[in-house]
T-cell receptor, first 113, second 115 residues
């Protein structure tokens, strides 16, 4: 029930295209859903996050869509660029459990020029 | 402003050896975490701490111990290393503000190989 399932495992997109990564969760107690971006040899860095009382959040080319009833959320990267090539992780968080994050399995995104 | 610093960055251990990974943060964060990252499995929480002198088990605590004697430091120990502990280890810290994690920051990782 603590799991967050992420798909696809890898994704290849042409420059200028839309990248879409999906996540699903079971535990309705999760109350914060961040996305992290990780480049090789680096630690994950927060990209964008959403609370379950909001259905969509946009920051620049990055948008989170959140469907509370389906217990699913997704990351959309508009106008994908080669510099977006990285591994992306969705995560979920429960405040009253020490603030620990439960991560999805990760998606390796490659944007071809 | 270093953020979260992990040492060492790389290490090779023989099976049965012990070692300690050090995590230091300079942001005065209350919460600290140790994760391991393995291909296709995302990051899994090993242990965490919600304040100086406190520790708690995460998803995969077996074979690891931790200590948080000072607020800024969180140590991860392997008493008897096993090949299954070959992984990349990440430390993170965060503050909590109005019920949400604030400034959740990861270190750059320690790549550990156990042979």
């Amino acid at each position: 029930q603590q799991q967050v399932k992420q798909s696809p495992q890898s994704l290849i997109v042409q420059k200028g295209g839309i990248s879409i990564i999906n996540c699903a969760y079971e535990n309705t107690a999760f109350d914060y859903f961040p996305w992290y971006q990780q480049f090789p040899g680096k630690g994950p860095a927060l990209l964008i996050a959403i609370r379950p009382d909001v259905s969509e959040k946009k920051e620049g080319r990055f948008t989170i869509s959140f469907n509370k009833s389906a217990k699913q959320f997704s990351l959309h990267i508009m106008d994908s660029q080669p510099g977006d090539s990285a591994t992306y992780f969705c995560a979920a968080y429960i405040y009253n459990q020490g603030g620990k994050l439960i991560f999805g399995q990760g998606t390796e995104l490659s944007v071809k020029p | 402003n270093a953020g979260v610093t992990q040492t060492p960055k790389f290490r090779v251990l023989k099976t049965g050896q012990s070692m300690t990974l050090l995590c230091a943060q300079d942001m005065n964060h209350e919460y600290m975490y140790w994760y391991r990252q393995d291909p296709g499995m995302g990051l899994r929480l090993i242990h965490y701490s919600v304040g100086e002198g406190t520790t708690a088990k995460g998803e995969v605590p077996d074979g690891y111990n931790v200590s948080r004697l000072k607020k800024q430091n969180f140590l991860l120990g392997l008493e008897s290393a096993a090949p299954s502990q070959t992984s990349v280890y990440f430390c993170a810290s965060s503050q909590i503000h109005k019920g949400q994690p604030y400034g959740y920051t990861f270190g750059s990782g320690t790549r550990l190989t156990v042979v």
